[in-house]
């Protein structure tokens, strides 16, 4: 069965500071990887996904996130933080074969202060 | 990209009703789903809307309790049925074109119901 894990349940950051929003997964054989932003009352939001190709991934408002296949993890960064960038992250993956329903983390609430 | 209208946005409901969750997305779209969100915890599928058959549910979900519709492709409605107080969550539909993994276009969401059970 596949998993994602999000150890964080809170990240503070001050504005203007790097951020980080961890994410590791389980999956068989080869992950498409995913990160969606949710602001408070609205639905999730894509940011960006990894499929193949470079480790790195540029996504929407900044933020990137590099995956790792030996430590299996797709951290999301941006190099400085902004108060807007308050809310909650989530991480999803789904396996390259088999079912195509993809896994989401817990979440991550990300507080940005000014 | 697909936009989403989920309506109600919100609702307080007396135990023992029921809701309609209705989901309308502005374009054709092959696959829908429906999702619970709980304080504190991850998006939990609940079920895959067919177009013209019948829903796929979850483990732990089942369709007396939550009877999905799909009538076409661009729209979808979940029931919620004989609600209690731990039916209290957010209920959010979804959609993408394709295959997620290989579709140019991401996993859209709607904004989401915020349901309150007396």
């Known amino acids: 069965a596949q998993s994602v894990a999000q150890p964080e349940d809170q990240v503070n950051v001050a504005e203007g500071n790097p951020l980080t929003v961890k994410c590791t997964y389980s999956v068989s054989g080869n992950p498409y990887l995913f990160w969606y932003v949710q602001y408070p009352n609205r639905g999730l939001q894509f940011l960006l996904k990894?499929?193949?190709?470079?480790?790195l991934v540029k996504g929407s408002y900044g933020f990137e996130a590099e995956f790792n296949k030996s430590q299996t993890s797709f951290h999301l960064k941006k190099p400085s933080a902004l108060v807007s960038d308050s809310a909650l992250y989530f991480c999803a993956a789904i396996a390259s074969g088999g079912s195509y329903i993809p896994t989401f983390g817990r979440g991550t609430s990300l507080i940005v202060h000014p | 990209s697909a936009v989403i209208s989920q309506k109600p946005s919100r609702d307080i409901c007396q135990r023992g009703t029921s809701l309609t969750i209705q989901c309308q997305v502005d374009s054709q779209v092959t696959m829908m789903f429906w999702y619970r969100q709980q304080p504190g915890q991850s998006l939990t599928l609940i079920a895959t809307a067919n177009q013209g058959s019948e829903a796929t549910y979850e483990s732990g979900f089942v369709i007396d309790k939550f009877p999905i519709s799909r009538p076409n492709l661009t729209f979808s409605t979940l029931t919620v049925s004989n609600m209690s107080p731990e039916d209290s969550s957010i209920y959010l539909c979804?959609?993408?074109?394709?295959?997620?993994?290989?579709?140019?276009?991401?996993?859209?969401f709607g904004d989401g119901t915020r349901l309150s059970i007396l």
């Open positions: 979804s959609a993408v074109d394709g295959d997620i993994r290989h579709s140019n276009q991401p996993q859209h």
């Open positions: 990894y499929i193949t190709g470079d480790n």
